[in-house]
């Protein structure tokens, strides 16, 4: 068992098994769509929590790091804690497979709530913890700002409480092991809180309290948990033996900002899908063809907006404000980036002004360009058709009827190993031929084949 940082986050989440989580929403949503919100709402958890671990946010690997490595300022004199998941339900295999290799998984002992919590901070305190603060997936207002406070305030309290609104907590931070605030607990009643300060008065011990949040156990808490996703951004890569671009393209995106990413792998040869679970993305495998590839993860996405991402192509820093932004404009079906492409040859900016005014002026985008939409419109118009080409091409063109297809004004940036390869001229003439093709409506299978060929 690796030793711990200083500071230790534990996080308590439960494999989402239909049937076995979040029981209390199963009436109103039924095992599947609860077991469903018990993913969505730890994955969420993870992208927050995620945001701690400084210079390799997305990997939750500082828990494997040497103790007292990697102590960087997170405002406020603390330090990047380690991190690690403990879970009931599923196994060891079923963890990674769900969330990424890149997390330490432990799983939790039986037990009532106070039992299984008191096994994790005694574990954590013996691998060199100095503070401990343990979480739930059920508190969609946890995030960093909010664990930064937490790990800051066991530097002067012997206890960190974030009230819940039904009584509870949502959070519990320690600077050392202290049993009998487990003991006698009423667990799942309105009477938690007040029984925890009730025992650390009588212990002395000194107390603070973070702000109030509401947990997502019940229906007429789904709310709190809608106003989420509808600002979250699900980041959707098809990829295809793409490990030499993977990994720059994943720690490019900030997944603290409300983002998700999912991996579509469509049976790569390479460690393609090995790199990006690493990096604690969460990876799915299907058959190969992007458009495929691209409609397996928007049906798997909790956002209630999708952004379609090519993994030899980089987004802009400030992407995620340029999508809500642009979506929320009333008129507006779709949107894409302006292009940008990564080599000084003067030809490649003719093919960059030409990509700009084509754009603008027919609204016609290219997939290179990370198409977004919300999440309904890309459902209510079919998604993407299952051509062996041009699929992004037809989906802008039936875009296009629904509304704007709106440029936004920052730039991708794309690889330009194919101008590279090709040439520019060659790869320019071997474009125009494709779509002249598709609007000939020759066959699609001849088509694609012609331009892989070429």
């Not at 994790?120 to 013996?126: E, G, M, N, S, Y």
């Not at 997502?216 to 509808?230: C, G, K, N, R």
């Amino acid at each position: 068992m690796p030793h711990y940082h200083p500071d230790h986050l534990v996080i308590f989440t439960r494999y989402p098994q239909p049937g076995k989580t979040k029981t209390r929403l199963i009436p109103a949503l039924g095992a599947t769509g609860a077991a469903q919100l018990q993913r969505q709402m730890t994955e969420h958890t993870l992208r927050q929590v995620s945001a701690l671990v400084q210079g390799d946010p997305r990997s939750a690997q500082a828990s494997q790091r040497p103790h007292g490595s990697d102590r960087t300022d997170r405002g406020g004199g603390s330090r990047a804690p380690s991190i690690a998941i403990w879970f009931s339900g599923g196994t060891p295999k079923l963890m990674r497979e769900w969330l990424g290799a890149g997390w330490q998984y432990q799983a939790q002992p039986d037990g009532d709530l106070g039992t299984r919590i008191v096994a994790a901070l005694q574990v954590a305190f013996d691998q060199g913890a100095e503070g401990v603060v343990v979480i739930g997936t059920d508190c969609p207002g946890i995030d960093k700002r909010l664990l930064t406070q937490a790990f800051n305030a066991l530097q002067q309290h012997d206890l960190v409480l974030g009230p819940a609104t039904d009584g509870g907590y949502y959070l519990i931070g320690l600077r050392r092991l202290v049993p009998e605030l487990f003991v006698g607990i009423s667990w799942g009643t309105a009477t938690v809180l007040e029984t925890t300060l009730a025992i650390a008065h009588t212990l002395s011990l000194c107390v603070t309290q973070l702000e109030p949040l509401t947990d997502v156990d019940y229906f007429a808490d789904l709310p709190i948990w809608q106003a989420v996703q509808q600002q979250l951004i699900s980041v959707i890569i098809p990829v295809l033996d793409e490990a030499e671009n993977i990994e720059a393209r994943l720690q490019a995106i900030d997944l603290a900002d409300n983002i998700e990413v999912i991996v579509v792998d469509g049976g790569s040869q390479d460690d393609t899908v090995t790199r990006s679970q690493s990096l604690g993305v969460r990876v799915l495998q299907t058959e190969p063809g992007r458009a495929h590839q691209m409609n397996v993860g928007a049906d798997a996405a909790a956002g209630n907006l999708l952004l379609f991402l090519h993994a030899d192509t980089q987004l802009p820093p400030n992407f995620a404000d340029l999508v809500r932004h642009t979506l929320a404009q009333p008129s507006v079906s779709a949107g894409a980036f302006e292009l940008k492409i990564d080599d000084p040859m003067p030809g490649l900016r003719w093919v960059e002004w030409g990509v700009k005014w084509r754009s603008r002026l027919l609204q016609l985008p290219y997939g290179d360009q990370a198409l977004f939409l919300k999440a309904a419109t890309f459902h209510a118009i079919g998604g993407f058709l299952d051509l062996p080409i041009m699929e992004d091409f037809e989906l802008v063109q039936r875009l296009r009827t629904r509304g704007r297809v709106a440029i936004a004004p920052a730039a991708v940036l794309t690889s330009s190993r194919r101008w590279k390869k090709l040439g520019i001229w060659r790869t320019i003439l071997i474009n125009q031929l494709t779509i002249v093709a598709y609007v000939l409506k020759l066959p699609l299978a001849r088509i694609a084949q012609w331009y892989r060929r070429h």
